[in-house]
């Protein structure tokens, strides 16, 4: 089995790398476990240091990490700087703040001291997606490891650029060895990794197919999982919606990291008043969308990051046509070299049909017209999924109702659906369970010890 990053814009192979075998994952789990024991007492202010370093070293190479992210999975250059920066913000984010999101907690009862300490739990298999390959990884390291917890990656196929240079940046900031190892493993030696007493706790950011099976597995050897998973996004346009702002916001959060994001608008729920005006606007503002080479500026959408990528989105659209959607804009691949789709804007999309209930992990948006904002609600919370969703609203009323109304783990008011390092990012229903980043983020993968003195 080997890991091959394949440009998507070029279809040309840029490296390939084999699995490892299972002496060399024996030799970084074992390593892992050492680390552990004196990475757990090194000072916050110690791990900090590193930290901040690690988040240098991002900020002095943005050119050449972006233009690798670029390379490996399409997204343009320009998406992949902002990448490599928010990386090296979260970074230094945990390095100042990580100390005092783990302070120990008093809590006053009938005990003369009682409270809360939050310690670590070990080793962390963390199992990311190609989409964001720097941000999901770093996602997850940044706290855990400021925790003072160890960190195995096994990165998706197609990235292994991205996965090698993760392990090489915490080295060159001064980790020790065996606190941070990025792993090329097939399905298999996955599963066995999740059942070595070794590995503390699982984290996934995936397929709902992944995370149930990686979350069964788990299960099986009860350790805590924390699973970020699909997400079908509501961005509902409400009555008083400032419609100048609202579309170009809309086609933003449709196009963004040409459509493959799992917070992405992927549902366009629009009330009927105001449904025409949004309609004929967003669909003349997909049409207009730059297409092109991701590594030119001007370029708003690069290619998708597989010829299978495309296809599945493809066959999605002519399904849903041929059960009666309508084409407002684009709805076709692009031919030539490069996995590139036209920005697609669908209404009238039969519920039954492919795109009506699928996720749509590609640049294809999809309409549906409501009487108010209570049957807007109502569809929003109408799929298995839960992650986040947005409201587009001027009157106050209006936002306060969809953010009680709306079933998911983020909801976001004439703003994009998005992951900062202050606030919690996760899901409910289909979309995972735990939550990343802010307090609860870092204090996912630590022992909540309770303590009592008489």
Same mark, same amino acid.
């Given at each position: 089995?080997?890991?091959?990053? $394949?440009?998507?814009?070029?279809?040309?192979?840029? @490296?390939?790398?084999?699995?490892?075998?299972?002496?060399?994952?024996?030799?970084?789990?074992?390593?892992?476990?050492?680390?552990?024991?004196?990475?757990?007492?090194?000072?916050?202010?110690?791990?900090?240091?590193?930290?901040?370093?690690?988040?240098?070293?991002?900020?002095?190479?943005?050119?050449?990490?972006?233009?690798? #992210?670029?390379?490996?999975?399409?997204?343009?250059?320009?998406?992949? *700087?902002?990448?490599? #920066?928010?990386?090296?913000?979260?970074?230094?984010?945990?390095?100042?703040?990580?100390?005092?999101?783990?302070?120990?907690?008093?809590?006053?009862?009938?005990?003369?001291?009682?409270?809360?300490?939050?310690?670590?739990?070990?080793?962390?298999?963390?199992?990311?997606?190609?989409?964001?390959?720097?941000?999901?990884?770093?996602?997850?390291? @940044?706290?855990?490891?400021?925790?003072?917890?160890?960190?195995?990656?096994?990165?998706?196929?197609? %990235?292994?650029?991205?996965?090698?240079?993760?392990?090489? #940046?915490?080295? &060159?900031?001064?980790?020790?060895?065996? %606190?941070?190892?990025?792993?090329?493993?097939?399905?298999?030696?996955?599963?066995?990794?999740?059942?070595? +007493?070794?590995?503390?706790?699982?984290?996934?950011?995936?397929?709902?197919?992944?995370?149930?099976?990686?979350?069964?597995?788990?299960?099986?050897?009860? *350790?805590?999982?924390?699973?970020? #998973?699909?997400?079908? +996004?509501?961005?509902?346009?409400?009555?008083?919606?400032?419609?100048?702002?609202? $579309?170009?916001?809309?086609?933003?959060?449709?196009?963004? =990291?040409?459509?493959?994001?799992? $917070?992405?608008? *992927?549902?366009?729920?629009?009330? !009927?008043?105001?449904?025409?005006?949004?309609?004929?606007?967003?669909?003349?503002? /997909?049409?207009?969308?730059?297409?092109?080479?991701?590594?030119?500026?001007?370029?708003?959408?690069?290619?998708?990051?597989?010829?299978?990528?495309?296809?599945?989105?493809?066959?999605?659209?002519?399904?849903?046509? @041929?059960?009666?959607?309508?084409?407002?804009?684009?709805?076709?691949?692009?031919?030539? &070299?490069?996995?590139?789709?036209?920005?697609?804007?669908?209404?009238?999309?039969?519920?039954?049909?492919?795109?009506?209930?699928?996720?749509?992990?590609?640049?294809?948006?999809?309409?549906?017209?409501?009487?108010?904002?209570? !049957?807007? $609600?109502? %569809?929003?919370?109408?799929?298995?999924?839960?992650?986040?969703?947005?409201?587009?609203?001027?009157?106050?009323? !209006?936002?306060?109702?969809?953010?009680?109304?709306?079933?998911?783990? /983020?909801?976001?008011? =004439?703003?994009?659906?998005?992951?900062?390092?202050?606030?919690?990012?996760?899901?409910?229903?289909?979309?995972?369970?735990?939550? !990343?980043?802010? @307090?609860?983020?870092? &204090?996912?993968?630590?022992?909540?010890?309770?303590?009592?003195?008489?």
């Amino acid at each position: 089995m080997s890991f091959t990053a $394949i440009n998507p814009a070029t279809e040309e192979v840029i @490296a390939s790398y084999p699995a490892h075998t299972r002496e060399e994952i024996e030799a970084a789990v074992s390593a892992a476990a050492t680390a552990f024991t004196s990475w757990r007492i090194t000072p916050f202010k110690d791990r900090a240091e590193m930290m901040t370093r690690a988040a240098q070293i991002l900020e002095d190479e943005v050119e050449s990490v972006a233009t690798m #992210l670029t390379s490996e999975m399409g997204k343009t250059l320009t998406s992949a *700087k902002g990448e490599v #920066l928010k990386c090296a913000s979260t970074m230094r984010y945990y390095a100042e703040h990580a100390e005092s999101l783990m302070e120990e907690e008093i809590i006053a009862s009938p005990a003369s001291r009682s409270g809360i300490r939050y310690q670590p739990l070990g080793t962390v298999l963390a199992v990311m997606p190609w989409n964001f390959a720097l941000w999901q990884a770093v996602r997850f390291a @940044a706290p855990s490891l400021m925790a003072g917890n160890v960190g195995i990656l096994k990165h998706a196929h197609n %990235v292994p650029g991205s996965a090698r240079y993760l392990e090489e #940046l915490f080295l &060159r900031a001064g980790f020790p060895t065996g %606190v941070f190892t990025s792993l090329f493993l097939g399905h298999q030696e996955l599963a066995d990794l999740i059942a070595d +007493d070794r590995v503390a706790a699982v984290t996934l950011t995936g397929s709902e197919v992944a995370g149930t099976k990686v979350a069964s597995q788990a299960g099986a050897y009860l *350790k805590k999982c924390v699973l970020e #998973l699909g997400g079908s +996004d509501a961005f509902i346009v409400a009555s008083s919606a400032d419609m100048a702002r609202t $579309i170009p916001m809309a086609v933003t959060a449709r196009v963004q =990291n040409n459509g493959q994001s799992c $917070i992405a608008a *992927k549902r366009f729920i629009v009330v !009927e008043d105001r449904a025409q005006e949004f309609i004929d606007g967003f669909a003349e503002a /997909m049409s207009t969308v730059v297409v092109g080479d991701p590594m030119d500026p001007a370029t708003v959408v690069g290619p998708l990051v597989s010829a299978e990528q495309r296809e599945l989105l493809d066959a999605q659209v002519s399904d849903s046509v @041929a059960k009666g959607a309508v084409v407002r804009a684009g709805g076709h691949t692009i031919e030539g &070299r490069g996995f590139y789709y036209e920005p697609t804007v669908l209404t009238n999309v039969p519920r039954d049909s492919r795109a009506g209930s699928e996720e749509l992990f590609g640049p294809v948006a999809v309409v549906e017209v409501v009487k108010d904002l209570a !049957e807007a $609600i109502e %569809v929003a919370n109408s799929t298995p999924w839960g992650l986040g969703g947005s409201i587009w609203a001027t009157d106050p009323r !209006e936002i306060e109702q969809a953010i009680d109304g709306i079933e998911s783990g /983020m909801v976001f008011a =004439n703003a994009l659906v998005a992951s900062t390092p202050e606030l919690p990012f996760g899901g409910i229903k289909k979309s995972g369970y735990g939550r !990343e980043l802010s @307090a609860h983020g870092i &204090r996912e993968f630590t022992n909540v010890k309770t303590f009592y003195i008489a």
